[in-house]
């Protein structure tokens, strides 16, 4: 059993004593994350979003100071800080098993609120572990301490986040993935109930303090002590530093709102840094109790401060589309994680080397008011920033149009200057609407930013809109957990059923019948606020229309050439079956001696392996000579990478001639994006070492696998067009291809241009099927086929979460000075390191 306040203490306690702290971090991790993405689904704002998180600091502002002081003035048989632990534990675990219960905002805030309470019951265990941990042990014990925080935090990043959104059935009754991550949050700080409970005794200290009435003079008076006020202004710099340490809560909206990762590349992204974390601290944790640490810590929160300028510079004046890969965020964020490891290392044993044992309570009593206080500041300041500077800079929530305009230069001076001349009325009422309510940015599918462009997107700020849709979002998420329980009603009918039970089915029915009637009541109001917004967006989107006229292309515009081939198709056989990966390589390299080759793909035959290699015949071309010319140039090709991959001399198994196209298409975006960002050139050199680089034509490449059909059209190749942001795209196009489609604009335009070449009518139609293939091909792969109107629809208000850190770069800033003032006060002898002063005596 650990006992407390030993000079000395065995590496086994130490282990044991910092054990808690994985189930902290794990559930830091379950209230930092799974539970503001249970918020999210009542509230979209993110001022709302952090003045919600941030209302439980209005009681820990009393809670959490009244415990710490109790707990240096109390005695009981089980100790003066355990019996404030367990309570805080147990209840807090209480609270995570109802948080997936509860069914609306309301429940879920109540809960939320009395999880805090309880968990402001735990504000005595810091002091409760640095009793159990001499000074000298402190740094190698904070090391320790964050490994195996580190460590939870990756399982819970890595494992249990991925699976928020997942529903599994057991028995006939869903068990949703959000469900299970809280109940495992909730299991594990059970466990550490019964391990401090059962594990560690209390030394009575016979503090001179115990048996001090609360009261507000000897509150106030602790808090006030002189050996402690000086030592609150680290906290308080070490509070705006640690919030700065990221946008708090809102870094989750970042990553999956703004960056659109998902919630388990989000994970895999933390849990990559926690793997090299695990290395970094083992080694960081050996110089832990070597450093000066009122040096150390300033120079690492300084240099955490140039990594956090140096991060939100690269990403929005270095990357075009201010959109980092997961490797730079790994790049950065393992940087910045490393330098906080540090001070945190530095930082913890720093503020307990001024405060003696018998005020440790106190001290962290008068350290929560001020952090909360500061925390109150920051966390509700970078919400209401970030709202801020979305009304002033971005584009506003209401009607939106994304119109394609002709040309791939047009400026926003021009735009802007063309919608400004119009006359605007709002689409609910005809009642007039003034232009600095419009909005006009050039937009591309894969977020690059730019002043100039061929896509529009054009938006009208409408505070009636955007009240509909809030009232959609409310009713959406009120209508989410009826259906789910209508349908677990309707398996435990089943289930009734089949036992037997055939009254307490009926009940059963009953009850999902009244549900079901809800459930309807929800989907029709939802549906008329569809219509409504729709109808809204389409009759702005006719007022786009009038006021750009012929700026915008007309349909058809988009395909720019259409021009027949005669495609011959060669079947060559092979000794074995060709790896994907060598076969593309093939490919490219095939296509840059010969640039009439469409593709290489696997043959299937019955009794062996083949290729089968097309290629455009040109007109008058002998196809024999055409034919020998192919087969030596792939026999060729391919054989270096797979020498005993052809049988020398072996003749063709076929060959065969089929209609093939070439059509030219404007897109949006440019369809090859040669700009590779300096951290990724850093890594395409390591690459290089072990396989290629990436080809910065992999897009295209993708877009021609997604095009591919087997049993329709097989061959295709797909490469920049003539000019800027146009797409050529060859592909075979056999008889048998889809089926005949309405005539429309397209159909006219693709007659205009292959009629008058000679081809048959219904390879026009084949022709049409195929350009719906590319639309939606391209756009998987964030290429946009140019249409006259591209979206026509209701739009939130977009945020740039990433403004949040020009809240923190004041906060980070505000922090140093505190610490740097700290320094001078301490220089003047008016502060000293009692703690260490009391172990040298002890």
């Known amino acids: 059993m650990i006992i407390t306040c030993k000079k000395v203490i065995p590496l086994r306690w130490v282990a044991f004593a910092i054990m808690p702290w994985a189930s902290f971090s794990f559930n830091s991790g379950v209230m930092g994350v799974v539970f503001f993405f249970s918020l999210k689904k009542f509230i979209e704002n993110p001022a709302g979003l952090t003045f919600v998180l941030s209302l439980p600091g209005f009681i820990s502002l009393f809670l959490q100071p009244i415990v710490s002081f109790l707990s240096d003035r109390i005695w009981t048989r089980f100790g003066r800080r355990k019996p404030f632990i367990a309570t805080s534990l147990t209840g807090v675990a209480c609270c995570l098993v109802l948080m997936p219960l509860m069914p609306n905002f309301w429940a879920l805030l109540a809960v939320f609120m009395v999880y805090n309470a309880f968990s402001d019951l735990n504000s005595p265990m810091e002091p409760f572990k640095q009793e159990i941990i001499p000074p000298q042990e402190r740094g190698r014990a904070t090391g320790a301490m964050t490994w195996c925080s580190n460590l939870a935090t990756m399982t819970f990043y890595f494992i249990a986040l991925g699976r928020f959104d997942d529903v599994r059935y057991m028995a006939g009754f869903p068990l949703r993935g959000e469900t299970a991550i809280y109940w495992s949050a909730a299991l594990l700080l059970i466990t550490m109930v019964m391990l401090i409970t059962l594990g560690i005794r209390e030394i009575d200290q016979k503090s001179a303090l115990r048996g001090q009435r609360l009261s507000i003079k000897n509150f106030l008076g602790g808090l006030l002590d002189r050996e402690l006020w000086p030592v609150y202004m680290l906290v308080v710099g070490a509070a705006c530093m640690n919030f700065y340490a990221g946008l708090g809560p809102l870094s989750n909206l970042l990553y999956t709102d703004q960056w659109g990762y998902t919630k388990q ?5 933390v849990a990559v840094g926690g793997i090299i974390n695990l290395f970094a601290i083992g080694f960081l944790t050996l110089f832990a109790d070597r450093f000066n640490r009122m040096r150390a810590y300033q120079v690492l929160i300084c240099l955490s401060l140039g990594c956090q300028v140096l991060y939100y510079c690269y990403i929005n004046f270095v990357l075009p589309d201010k959109h980092p890969s997961l490797v730079e965020i790994i790049v950065f964020g393992e940087t910045i994680s490393i330098l906080g490891i540090l001070t945190g290392l530095v930082y913890v044993p720093l503020v307990y080397d001024y405060v003696r044992r018998n005020k440790m309570g106190t001290y962290n009593a008068g350290a929560q008011v001020m952090s909360r206080l500061t925390v109150l500041v920051t966390l509700n300041g970078v ?10 800079f971005q584009p506003p929530a209401g009607e939106m149009v994304r119109v394609a305009l002709r040309g791939d230069t047009n400026a926003q001076a021009e735009v802007q200057g063309a919608l400004h001349a119009a006359t605007w009325t709002y689409p609910q009422n005809g009642a007039p609407a003034s232009s600095s309510n419009l909005s006009a940015n050039a937009w591309q599918a894969n977020g690059t930013i730019s002043s100039t462009g061929r896509c529009w997107e054009i938006r009208l700020r409408d505070k009636d809109s955007e009240k509909l849709a809030t009232e959609r979002d409310g009713l959406t998420a009120e209508s989410s957990p009826l259906v789910a329980e209508e349908k677990m009603v309707q398996d435990k009918v089943s289930v009734l059923k089949l036992h037997g039970k055939t009254s307490d089915a009926s009940a059963e029915e009953r009850k999902a019948a009244d549900e079901e009637v809800r459930i309807d009541a929800l989907k029709a109001r939802i549906d008329d606020i569809n219509t409504q917004l729709a109808s809204r967006a389409k009759k702005f989107h006719d007022q786009v229309v009038t006021a750009l006229g012929d700026r915008i292309i007309a349909d058809g515009d988009q395909i720019l050439s259409a021009t027949p081939h005669q495609g011959l198709l060669l079947d060559l056989p092979t000794a074995h079956r060709v790896d994907a990966h060598l076969l593309e390589k093939a490919l490219d390299e095939l296509r840059r001696e010969r640039a009439d ?59 065969g001639l089929q209609p093939a196209l070439t059509m030219d298409l404007m897109v949006v975006e440019n369809p090859v994006d040669h700009y590779v960002s300096p951290i990724t050139r850093v890594v395409n050199l390591v690459l290089a070492l072990f396989n290629d680089a990436p080809n910065p034509g992999r897009r295209l490449a993708a877009l021609a696998r997604n095009l591919r059909v087997p049993t329709e059209t097989n061959h295709v190749r797909v490469e920049p067009g003539p000019t800027p942001k ?9 008889p048998t291809a889809g089926q005949a489609k309405t005539a429309d604009a397209l159909v006219a335009r693709l007659d205009a241009l292959l009629l008058r070449q000679g081809v048959p009518s219904d390879f026009v139609l084949r022709a049409r099927l195929f350009y719906d293939r590319i639309e939606t091909a391209a756009a998987t792969q964030r290429i946009t086929v140019a249409r006259p109107t591209l979206a026509v629809d209701y739009a939130a208000m977009k945020y740039d979460y990433m403004s949040g850190y020009l809240w923190m770069f004041v906060m980070g800033t505000i922090g140093i000075i505190i610490t740097i003032a700290f320094t001078r006060v301490e220089a003047r002898g008016l502060i000293r390191k009692r703690g260490v002063e009391e172990a040298l005596e002890s």
């Not at 146009?726 to 592909?731: E, N, Q």
């Open 597 to 655: 080759v469409i593709d290489l793909r696997p043959l299937k035959r019955d009794d062996g392996y083949g290729l089968t290699v097309s290629t455009v015949l040109a007109p008058g071309a002998d196809e024999a000579t055409v034919e020998r010319e192919l087969q030596a140039t792939v026999e060729r090709i391919a054989g270096k990478s797979d020498p005993g991959l052809f049988v020398p001399g072996a003749a063709p198994l076929g060959h």
């Open 383 to 392: 919400g209401l920033f970030v709202w801020g500077y979305a009304v002033l």
């Open 726 to 734: 146009t797409l050529s795209i060859t592909a075979v196009l056999p």
């Open 265 to 269: 590349e989000m994970g895999i992204n």
